[in-house]
């Protein structure tokens, strides 16, 4: 009898098991469908890698597309993990990132992804990839399909040897002929990166392919005006420039929030679309504004989040372009990161970044004289990228709250901003006030210094 039991009790233990992994397992799958956007981030003891997968809609006819974009970065996974996992020097710490850029354009939607991965050595490896692919069917196509007819290559390869070294010319950068006429050879490996853009068709050629690795990747803008005969008619429709848009700022009275308690949460590694919209709808129910440190990588493609953040009242820093570790980076390289990132933001809200949140937190005084701009570190810092649990991170934002604190959270996870609304609702009967970093230093009468890093105030 007592045996017949416990059988029957280790039977149900298991099917509650099983009950339990397929209801785990049903909510995770439902969260990446919802989600969308997709993010991965992984430590461990001797690298670091931070994936950014495209925002590519998750519909039957793109499963084919997704699948093959998830593919190449699984096959770059494999090769850094190799690379790394028997390096003897354990001091180091090696990072592997992929970030993406997505645009549309008439029937086409292209998606460029740029991975940069540290396995020693003088410099990061940079590898590009582009995809191009139907909107409403998922089918992949390449430069052929936008061309008039094969000889066009050609053309454009001529035009283009002529943009870079105008390009050159414009920018003090000394570029050989004999590399710029090599890297614009008339292949198709040669043109496979390229965007349509409001003024032209943008052609990236990266690091070392028409100039050397201090030189940077190189964009070239060909107005649609001279790729006539080049590029097919329909995608040779110029739209109207806009004229300048006037991006108003609000600015709010600061005088009540002057006997609170301040907090400010900045939020790094966004734009996104969902997080950093629900955190903007609901920051008006606690009078919070906050900060954003920005991917200069990112904010062309949520460029409407950005701006709905600023004209808000929220301020926007930068977190650098591509969020490498700038302790392995050139000077030159360094403010690329910097000055590129702050003229993609000036273009979509007027204004250029002053704060700087370097990625890692890795900066230095040589770093900072470089650079002309504040450093904004954080001093409450609740993991939300591992965790991934709202009440753990409002948890972990409550016990540590205290006035002049600075929360490093990421708007590109909805528990993250699910953790900041809950953490708010409970601060705020605290007597806490949630104010973005210009406002805590204008409340706090402090004077910025280029040469420090803030962590409070
Ligand atoms: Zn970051």
Do not use: C
């Not at 993406?100 to 991975?115: A, C, F, G, K, P």
């Not at 943009?163 to 414009?170: F, H, M």
């Not at 920051?283 to 990588?297: I, M, P």
């Amino acid at each position: 009898m007592k045996k017949k039991n416990l059988k029957l009790s280790d039977r149900g233990k298991l099917i509650i098991v099983i009950s339990v992994l397929a209801i785990l397992f049903g909510f995770l799958f439902f969260n990446i469908e919802k989600n969308g956007e997709n993010h991965e981030i992984i430590k461990e003891e001797n690298y670091y890698m931070k994936i950014d997968y495209p925002d590519i809609e998750n519909k039957k006819e793109n499963r084919k597309i997704i699948a093959s974009i998830k593919k190449y970065i699984d096959e770059k996974k494999g090769e850094f993990i190799d690379s790394v996992r028997d390096l003897e020097n354990k001091e180091i710490v090696y990072d592997f990132l992929v970030s993406n850029s997505m645009s549309e354009y008439e029937d086409i939607t292209s998606v460029h992804l740029t991975v940069y991965s540290y396995t020693g050595g003088a410099h990061y490896i940079r590898e590009d990839k582009s995809y191009y692919f139907k909107k409403d069917v998922g089918e992949e196509v390449d430069l052929t399909h936008f061309l008039v007819e094969l000889d066009s290559l050609k053309r454009l390869a001529d035009v283009s040897y002529s943009y870079i070294l105008k390009y050159g010319a414009e920018n003090d950068l000394n570029f050989l002929e004999d590399t710029v006429r090599e890297g614009t050879e008339a292949t198709f490996e040669n043109f496979s990166h390229f965007t349509f853009m409001q003024s032209g068709l943008e052609i990236l050629f990266p690091p070392y392919q028409v100039a050397s690795w201090a030189d940077g990747e190189i964009r070239i803008v060909i107005p649609y005006n001279e790729l006539k005969g080049i590029i097919k008619d329909e995608y040779l429709k110029v739209s109207d420039i806009p004229s300048d848009v006037v991006v108003e700022k609000k600015t709010r009275d600061l005088t009540k929030f002057r006997d609170k308690k301040l907090i400010a949460f900045t939020f790094d590694d966004g734009p996104s679309n969902g997080p950093t919209n629900k955190l903007l709808d609901n920051l008006d129910r606690f009078e919070a504004r906050v900060t954003f440190f920005v991917l200069g990588s990112r904010v062309n493609q949520y460029s409407s989040s950005l701006l709905r953040a600023y004209e808000q009242g929220n301020q926007i820093g930068s977190h650098t372009y591509s969020h490498l570790n700038l302790f392995k980076l050139k000077d030159a390289d360094i403010l690329r990161e910097i000055t590129n990132t702050n003229a993609n933001v000036n273009a979509i809200i007027g204004e250029e970044p002053r704060l700087l949140r370097p990625p890692y937190g890795n900066i230095n005084s040589e770093i900072k004289s470089l650079t002309n701009m504040y450093t904004i570190l954080w001093n409450i810092d609740p993991e939300d990228w591992k965790y991934k649990d709202k009440d753990k991170i409002a948890a972990n934002i409550v016990k540590n709250a205290h006035d002049g604190a600075i929360v490093l959270l990421h708007d590109i996870y909805e528990t993250s901003v699910d953790g900041a609304i809950l953490a708010m609702e409970q601060l705020q009967q605290e007597g806490y006030a949630f104010v973005t970093i210009d406002e805590m230093v204008t409340l706090k009468n402090v004077e910025l210094d280029k040469s420090k890093s803030y962590f409070k105030f």
